[in-house]
């Protein structure tokens, strides 16, 4: 509740202002305010519009979208607000006479209208930086009601103080105001940069800098004061993660010192200087985190190295299976014993173009399915109709008659195996092989061929087994506590330098403009008029008259 008081009493009373110095300026040149207040109605009506459209969209997408949806509104808001607290600091001061001169500019061209339209544009910002942030807020809140129930509270305390200071009644310092109010609003907007993270992981868009960091549940125990203002106001949750506080400290620490840096202390004309070290730093910091942050080593796959062990049917160790070449070149060997009990090595190429993505043991995996017919030897040849029978669970197959078909029968065998086998990276995961043996027969009174299948374990039991279980799981760990550890390497030798490499390419950008704008303003001529007309000191001659000098934190309409 207190962080949407906040934001509808600030956003309000900016809106709030700007209208009542249209309003006053109005006024004092004799001209009704009905068109202005047509403009601050509609901008009103179409804020509320954007808020409750943003809302709806979100509210009907599925969780993974919403979530995304979150992110993005998030994003937004931390940028609107960034730049209302960057616009207001500068602007501040001076807004009466700036506003005053356009409003000048658009009487002396005789359109009222233009000064509704300055309303109405006013309202606007102000409105849709209030709807986007309150949404973000509110989705962000533990109660929506205590939360819509702030933002109106302060909304209306807006409106009462931007009143009161147009009919005068009011003296409010706004210096102070902004600074004390930008300074909430820092915090509570470096909170949503977390929850944006948070929800930006569970879109599954951020998968980097997922480890925990601290444990703040003894700080906000759940359903307490504590937990209310560091979560719900400062959007800080209970167990943040490493990126989401990267995230919190990037933004928190500039803006804050932008927005309490003394005025009567910023470099000025000479801020240049300062956007080049701060942008040599960025630099430095970044080089030193790519070249010092080690590398993510390989999955530590323990005993489940090279060939891994692969049981039967029955449970026993039948041989080892591995992979062989490299990726787009993978080959699954297995050694098993044959049916002459004599150890037999196959290999089946893996075709990476029939490969499709699977989830296996928590793992996103690509998956292989491959089926062969090899045919069965050291198998009899010949069957009697009793062999055939026991072959066939103890039952005549299907088709053949003890009456008319006596046996013995002439058998070929052939056993239809498939391999499943799931891989990560050039690492195997795990693989399954099952089979069907079929049996053709012929001769022993059947008039034409028939095929019959048996179970491949009583056949052929060297092509039906599985990687042992127990090395499956430590291979899918190994290659979790890899996969996190890649993460966190990245996290600190790619991303965060790219951002830092960002700001620096940024800030240096910004320096070379202010060193061209300082070179020419020391180059550019004197004018000697001008010159007679400034005082002693470069300033308005001394000797006239000052009558307009309000103070910087006048609060008068």
């Not at 602007?91 to 509704?116: D, I, P, W, Y």
């Not at 760990?477 to 550890?485: N, P």
């Not at 993460?487 to 790219?498: G, H, S």
């Amino acid at each position: 509740m207190l962080a949407t008081f906040v934001i509808g009493l600030r956003e309000g009373l900016e809106a709030a202002l700007i209208v009542g110095i249209i309003a006053a300026f109005l006024k004092r040149n004799g001209h009704s305010l009905r068109s202005m207040w047509v403009g601050v109605i509609a901008a009103i009506l179409l804020s509320v519009a954007v808020g409750v459209i943003l809302e709806i969209i979100s509210v009907g997408l599925p969780q993974a979208q919403q979530e995304g949806m979150e992110s993005i509104i998030g994003a937004v808001a931390v940028i609107m607000v960034t730049f209302m607290i960057v616009w207001m600091s500068r602007h501040a001061r001076n807004m009466r006479s700036e506003l005053e001169s356009t409003a000048t500019s658009a009487l002396a061209q005789g359109s009222v209208f233009a000064l509704a339209g300055m309303a109405f544009l006013a309202v606007l910002r102000e409105g849709f930086e209030t709807s986007v942030f309150l949404l973000a807020a509110f989705q962000s809140s533990v109660s929506p009601f205590t939360a819509g129930l702030g933002a109106v509270l302060g909304l209306l305390l807006a409106v009462g103080i931007g009143y009161g200071i147009y009919r005068g009644g009011v003296k409010l310092n706004l210096g102070k105001f902004f600074t004390i109010t930008g300074v909430f609003l820092v915090f509570v907007a470096a909170g949503l940069v977390m929850s944006s993270l948070r929800t930006a992981h569970e879109a599954g868009w951020i998968t980097v800098g997922q480890d925990a960091t601290v444990d703040l549940s003894w700080l906000a125990p759940a359903g307490s004061v504590q937990a209310a203002l560091v979560t719900g106001v400062l959007g800080i949750p209970a167990d943040p993660r490493v990126i989401e506080v990267l995230g919190w400290a990037l933004y928190l620490v500039p803006v804050l010192l932008f927005v309490l840096w003394p005025h009567s202390k910023r470099p000025g004309k000479r801020a240049y200087r300062v956007q080049f070290g701060l942008a040599a730093a960025c630099a430095a910091v970044a080089l030193v985190l790519f070249i010092a942050v080690p590398t993510a080593n390989q999955p530590n796959l323990g005993s489940a190295a090279g060939a891994i062990a692969i049981t039967g049917t029955d449970g026993r160790q039948l041989g080892t299976v591995e992979l062989t070449g490299s990726q787009g070149t993978l080959a699954l060997q297995s050694t098993v014993p044959s049916t002459t009990s004599s150890a037999a090595t196959s290999s089946i190429a893996l075709d990476s173009s029939a490969a499709s993505i699977q989830n296996h043991l928590g793992e996103d995996a690509r998956a292989y399915s491959i089926t062969t017919d090899t045919p069965v030897t050291g198998l009899p040849t010949t069957l009697s109709l009793d062999a055939l029978a026991q072959l066939n669970g103890g039952r005549t197959p299907v088709g053949v008659s003890r009456v008319t078909n006596p046996g013995p029968f002439d058998a070929t065998w052939q056993a239809t195996q498939t391999v499943d086998v799931w891989v990560v990276g050039d690492t195997l995961l795990d693989a399954t092989s099952t089979s069907v043996t079929t049996l053709t027969l012929s001769g022993g009174g059947l008039a034409s061929a028939r095929t019959v299948s048996v179970s491949g374990g009583q056949t052929a039991p060297s092509l039906s087994w599985a990687v042992a279980p127990q090395q499956a799981s430590e291979i899918a760990a190994a290659l979790s506590e890899a996969q996190l550890a890649a993460a966190e390497a990245a996290l600190f030798k790619v991303y965060l330098p790219l951002v830092l490499a960002i700001a620096a390419i940024v800030l240096a950008a910004f320096g070379a403009r202010g060193l061209r704008a300082a070179r020419r303003a020391k180059v550019a001529p004197i004018d000697p008029a001008a010159l007679a007309e400034s005082g002693p000191e470069g300033g308005p001659d001394s000797s006239q008259p000052q009558t307009d000098k309000t103070p910087a934190h006048s609060t008068s309409i």
